[in-house]
């Protein structure tokens, strides 16, 4: 699993098994197979696929183009932007633009940060 998100409490044993059970029921599947992901039943079965469609949106106009690399090797700004669209398992924000604005804010930020510490480390 590239990215998981727990927004009900469980023990690290219950939280491994669960990704041990998701993991193992993903792999088993054919290529010409698609996965499902399972919700509470109590929610709007088409309110989450906006969200997973939103989020999708979000990381293709973040990263330009997004792919699974983008995702494995920068796994830290693909959490960033979920934490900004979603903050205890409810949507947050639903304004692409100000998610993005959001994210791109902190990323100059740390970048920022980054140069701050190398000239500051330079000149001791």
């Not at 197979?33 to 999708?56: A, P, Q, T």
């Not at 995702?71 to 692409?96: C, M, S, T």
């Not at 994210?103 to 740390?110: D, L």
């Not at 970048?111 to 000149?123: A, K």
Request: with cysteine.
């Amino acid at each position: 699993m590239r990215l998981k998100k727990w927004f009900h409490c469980f023990s690290d044993k219950e939280k491994a098994s669960l990704t041990t059970d998701l993991t193992t029921l993903i792999l088993s599947r054919k290529r010409s197979m698609c996965n499902v992901l399972e919700h509470d039943r109590e929610e709007n079965e088409l309110y989450v696929l906006e969200v997973i469609h939103r989020y999708v949106q979000l990381l293709d106009e973040f990263f330009g183009n997004v792919c699974e690399l983008d995702i494995i090797y920068n796994f830290d700004k693909a959490y960033h932007v979920l934490d900004e669209l979603i903050l205890a398992g409810e949507l947050q924000e639903p304004g692409r633009k100000v998610v993005i604005n959001h994210v791109n804010a902190f990323e100059h930020a740390c970048q920022l940060d980054i140069i701050t510490r190398n000239v500051e480390d330079s000149i001791i």
